[in-house]
């Protein structure tokens, strides 16, 4: 399977162009949210940026420069970068910021301990005072206040010289405020009385001093942010494992049998390159020589490594655990399989909910909105007759409480965690959408070939008329099968060749080749017209079929197997019987999507009889056979007419419009490039029990999304009313505002331990 054309079918069948910046000094949801509206301002571009990846996904105009696009980004304050095609999958390493958030927090650590220690010590015991004990406060506090903090200061700087404000600017304003007042109190006669006594840091805040509380704040909020920071690496953790699965080095053969080390970009389609046992493949391709097992668990979630041989597909970043292979690149760099899955995870990573689109224009328009909310605090418990410590202690619990972090992590965090978990289990979310799909379905439409069985039919037994020679029967089958790409037709062209010489070049060439969808293909083989396909289609075409060729066809029909009629020169002349085997994982999967409260239909071309029996065994509720690929999209129809929700799953070129149709499509296995486009989840795993794993996981997401808004939401209605009537004081609002976005992001941290059924 190749996924680079599902992802990006879209994006060439219009005249837009897309492209990815990466935004760097982005701090809150506020400033992800002004980048998004400065880039929309621009003609014919239309921009969605992450907070939590700090991507900007851009749609725009041929004709918009790059440089346009990066120059709106640094002209709102931000820095920005055009990601190049042969960089678009690298994960930009955080480990940076983890690291300086680190140290800053372990400095504001240091220095505040001691400095809480003595604030309580000179307030209990004002006998402790001693000459100069100002100047010890002042020496323990300013570096938590000034480079500790130093983050907060220089975006809130950025902000304001671009006449705007951000989360920062709540933060900033409240350790500048608090520093002044703590120096004005400790410095003025009538601040900061000797005879003060009691925990006042925690009780009274009546005559305190705040150093202490701009240490506080500053050290809690570098706590929140220094794990939410480690939080947003590890719940990216999955992708970059995922990007970094592609070889480095490839060892390329050339013609005269030499072979030489490359790096793995550097191969092109039409190459060999040997991979040994131990090795990664480099890229995907087609086996020419030798025979392995095939480690494909890093990509698909199978534990089990898959047996490959001559003929075999192969796909780059998956391990030969046991053998050697010589092997033909068939796509190379953007194009694998391992690229599309990578973008496919960044695509869902880049998703918003509606809910959460509502959040990001909160939070741009709530830190104006605190500014001012602080200052009518101050005054209006100055009007109240409030003392100017007890108006700025709760002036400053708003400006410390209201910081909106939690309201632009509560989405991005749970994508980032699921989507990544959802790779490592062979599972791609394609966006947003596929989880608000998943909660409103009840219906499971399967399609069979393929998805509930093997798809890999075989040539079972063959009936002729009793002048017609059964190896010629096979060749003249073969010759027109063997240009379809249907399962069937594989079949019927592979068992021919076996009868043959066993390559494709002993059939003998089909000319003025149609293929009628659905019902089977003809053309014109050594002179004579041949007509292979299912009964209506030699119906249709009013090609009569002797009697006894139509008697062993309901006979095999019946048995559950799949019939081919071939007709020679206007008459049937044979009939062919293939038979498929139910997938392993089939019956357990359907059982699990009626305990998920979901009834199953199996939707097929195939006949009655078969499509019976397959349903028979493995539960499936309901049957609807003989269905051309036209009319499937009909059925699903017919389904949401009855007020059934749908989800359709399918793995073919003919599924696509079914997939597209239905509230949720999933793409199964080996799907096609046009299945996967239609889709919207994409499930790797040649298993079906993928198909309730992705409805269980897609469900837990979008509870854990929800959750986290309602916390976010919740958290800042009931917080802020209490600041502003002076009941929270400064450093408790500061850690329960670090505590807010450690909770939004540990609960969907939680979404990395989803297990499979």
């Known amino acids: 399977m190749t996924m680079s054309a599902g992802s990006s079918t879209a994006e060439r069948a219009s005249d837009q162009?897309?492209?990815?910046?990466?935004?760097?000094?982005?701090?809150?949801?506020?400033?992800?949210?002004?980048?998004?509206?400065?880039?929309?301002?621009?003609?014919?571009?239309?921009?969605?940026?992450?907070?939590?990846?700090?991507?900007?996904?851009v749609t725009a105009s041929p004709d918009t420069e790059d440089e346009v696009l990066t120059g709106t980004v640094e002209k709102a304050g931000y820095r920005a970068e055009v990601l190049r095609p042969a960089e678009q999958r690298r994960e930009e390493d955080s480990g940076q910021r983890v690291r300086d958030l680190w140290r800053r927090l372990v400095v504001a650590v240091m220095l505040f301990i001691p400095l809480a220690d003595l604030a309580i010590l000179f307030t209990v015991l004002p006998e402790a005072r001693f000459t100069g004990w100002q100047w010890l406060i002042i020496a323990l506090a300013l570096p938590v206040a000034g480079w500790a903090a130093w983050p907060f200061h220089r975006a809130a700087l950025v902000n304001a010289r671009h006449g705007s404000s951000s989360m920062d600017t709540l933060v900033s304003v409240g350790i500048a405020a608090a520093c002044v007042w703590s120096l004005y109190a400790m410095f003025t006669p009538s601040g900061a009385p000797d005879d003060a006594s009691g925990l006042w840091l925690l009780l009274n805040t009546d005559g305190a001093a705040y150093l202490e509380v701009a240490a506080g704040v500053t050290t809690f909020v570098l706590a929140g942010r220094y794990f939410e920071a480690k939080?947003?690496?590890?719940?990216?953790?999955?992708?970059?494992?995922?990007?970094?699965?592609?070889?480095?080095?490839?060892?390329?053969q050339d013609a005269d049998g030499t072979q030489r080390e490359v790096p793995a970009e550097q191969l092109r389609v039409g190459q060999h390159f040997v991979t040994r046992s131990g090795g990664t493949i480099a890229t995907?391709?087609?086996?020419?020589?030798?025979?392995?097992?095939?480690?494909?668990?890093?990509?698909t979630g199978e534990s089990v490594p898959a047996e490959v041989t001559e003929g075999d597909e192969v796909t780059g970043g998956t391990v030969v655990s046991n053998g050697w292979l010589l092997?033909?690149?068939?796509?190379?760099?953007?194009?694998?399989?391992?690229?599309?899955?990578?973008?496919?995870?960044?695509?869902?990573?880049?998703?918003?909910?509606?809910?959460q689109r509502l959040a990001d224009r909160i939070s741009a328009h709530f830190v104006p909105a605190v500014l001012v909310l602080a200052a009518l605090t101050?005054?209006?418990?100055?009007?109240?007759?409030?003392?100017?410590?007890?108006?700025?202690?709760?002036?400053?619990?708003?400006?410390?409480?209201a910081c909106p972090c939690a309201l632009g992590l509560a989405t991005p965090t749970a994508?980032?965690?699921?989507?990544?978990?959802?790779?490592?289990?062979?599972?791609?979310?394609?966006?947003?959408?596929a989880l608000e799909s998943t909660r409103e379905v009840d219906t499971v439409v399967l399609d069979k070939t393929g998805t509930v069985t093997t798809g890999g039919m075989s040539l079972t037994d063959v009936r002729c008329v009793s002048d017609f020679p059964r190896e010629r029967a096979l060749r003249l089958a073969g010759?027109?099968?063997?240009?379809?790409?249907?399962?069937?037709?594989?079949?019927?062209?592979?068992?021919?060749?076996?009868?043959?010489?066993?390559?494709?070049?002993?059939?003998?060439?089909?000319?003025?080749?149609?293929?009628e969808p659905g019902l089977g293909a003809r053309g014109e083989v050594e002179g004579h017209r041949v007509l292979v396909g299912r009964t209506k289609l030699f119906t249709d075409r009013e090609v009569p079929v002797p009697e006894e060729l139509d008697r062993k066809r309901s006979e095999w029909e019946s048995a559950g197997r799949t019939t081919v009629l071939v007709g020679c020169d206007g008459v049937a002349v044979a009939v062919l019987a293939l038979s498929d085997r139910v997938k392993p994982s089939a019956e357990a999967a359907v059982r699990e999507l009626s305990r998920l409260g979901m009834s199953t239909v199996l939707l097929t071309g195939d006949n009655e009889a078969t499509a019976r029996s397959v349903a028979a065994e493995v539960g499936?509720?309901?049957?609807?056979?003989?269905?051309?690929?036209?009319?499937?999209?009909?059925?699903?129809?017919?389904?949401?007419?009855?007020?059934?929700?749908?989800?359709?799953?399918?793995?073919?070129?003919?599924?696509?419009?079914?997939?597209?149709?239905?509230?949720?499509?999933?793409?199964?296995?080996?799907?096609?490039?046009?299945?996967?486009?239609?889709?919207d989840l994409i499930l790797v795993r040649d298993d079906l029990a993928a198909v309730p794993d992705a409805i269980k996981l897609s469900r837990r997401t979008l509870g854990t999304i929800r959750g986290n808004l309602v916390w976010a939401f919740g958290y800042n209605l009931a917080a802020v009313p209490l600041a502003v009537l002076g009941l929270l004081n400064p450093l408790i609002a500061g850690g329960a505002m670090a505590l807010s976005s450690g909770f939004v992001v540990s609960n969907s941290l939680r979404l990395r331990r989803f297990a499979p059924s």
């Not at 790779?423 to 394609?430: R, V």
């Open 327 to 355: 092997t033909e690149a068939t796509e190379v760099g953007g194009d694998t399989q391992l690229a599309g899955m990578v973008r496919l995870v960044e695509q869902a990573q880049s998703g918003k909910a509606a809910v």
């Open 620 to 679: 499936i509720d309901e049957v609807v056979a003989g269905v051309l690929p036209g009319e499937k999209v009909a059925e699903i129809e017919r389904l949401r007419e009855r007020g059934r929700r749908v989800a359709m799953v399918g793995d073919g070129v003919n599924d696509a419009p079914a997939l597209a149709t239905a509230e949720l499509g999933l793409a199964v296995g080996a799907g096609t490039d046009v299945a996967i486009s239609a889709a």
């Open 231 to 252: 939080a947003q690496r590890k719940a990216g953790g999955a992708l970059r494992a995922l990007a970094e699965l592609s070889a480095k080095t490839a060892t390329v």
């Open 284 to 299: 995907d391709g087609r086996v020419v020589r030798g025979q392995a097992a095939v480690d494909r668990s890093s990509m």
């Open 17 to 57: 162009r897309a492209i990815e910046l990466t935004v760097g000094g982005m701090t809150c949801a506020a400033c992800a949210t002004r980048v998004e509206r400065k880039l929309n301002k621009l003609d014919g571009v239309r921009a969605s940026v992450n907070y939590a990846t700090a991507r900007a996904s």
């Open 479 to 515: 010759a027109v099968e063997h240009a379809s790409e249907h399962a069937v037709a594989a079949a019927v062209a592979a068992a021919a060749r076996a009868e043959s010489a066993g390559e494709a070049e002993s059939l003998p060439t089909v000319e003025g080749f149609v293929n």
């Open 415 to 433: 994508l980032m965690a699921a989507s990544g978990r959802g790779a490592q289990l062979g599972i791609f979310l394609k966006g947003y959408q």
């Open 378 to 401: 101050l005054t209006g418990w100055l009007l109240l007759g409030a003392g100017p410590e007890r108006a700025f202690t709760a002036a400053l619990s708003v400006l410390v409480i």
